[in-house]
């Protein structure tokens, strides 16, 4: 039997969705904060509207109003009543949001900038991003990855972190480390 089609109101209880905007909340005040900080290279006589923290700046004020926007919902939308008990299909989704999170944290802590090449570090970050994620899909009795998967993931992984080494550096012409 299908699953009911939830609508969006029903889809988060209000006190998910209100830890959520404060996790937005503070990433774009952090962000904000962040760019505010930025060298603004006015001793280069630099166009203000060119600085380097402008983008990161604007990111961070459009979280910060969205994530005040998803607060006031779920204030609305009754943030004392208790939430229902969590499905294994909720728990789930949410072992594996932690999993992508570790894996990012992973990659900016870790992988990037300690004396890897930019393109190494992306390539093994992409590579166990795609293992780890199509190996947590996969049925429990067929967790088991096939070689043919472990080329195509190493191919992605490498593809795409020279692809974006190559943008960045020569399109953007940012030096990335």
């Given amino acids: 039997m299908a699953d009911p089609v939830l609508t969006d109101d029903e889809h988060q ?33 630099i166009n203000p509207v060119t600085v380097p923290g402008l983008l990161p700046g604007l990111l961070g004020l459009v979280m910060l109003l969205l994530g005040g ?12 009543q ?18 992508v999170i570790g894996l990012c944290v992973g ?7 300690h004396g890897l090449p930019f393109w190494l570090a992306s390539s093994i970050y992409v590579t166990a991003a ?19 998967a472990w080329v195509k993931a190493l191919a992605i992984g490498i593809l795409s972190a020279v692809i974006t080494q ?8 940012v030096h990335l480390p």
């Fill in 69 to 80: 926007v998803l607060a006031l919902r779920s204030w609305r939308r009754g943030l004392a």
């Fill in 13 to 45: 209880p209000p006190r998910s969705d209100f830890r959520d905007a404060l996790g937005w909340i503070v990433l774009g005040g952090a962000t904000l904060v962040g760019s505010l900080r930025m060298d603004r290279l006015e001793a280069q006589n």
């Fill in 107 to 113: 990659y900016a802590v870790v992988l990037v900038g």
């Fill in 82 to 99: 208790p939430d229902a008990p969590r499905t294994e299909h909720q728990r789930e989704e949410r072992r594996r949001i932690w999993i």
């Fill in 130 to 148: 795609i293992l780890i994620l199509q190996r947590l899909h996969a049925d429990p009795q067929q967790r088991r990855l096939t070689p043919r």
């Fill in 166 to 173: 190559l943008v960045f550096q020569e399109l953007f012409l």
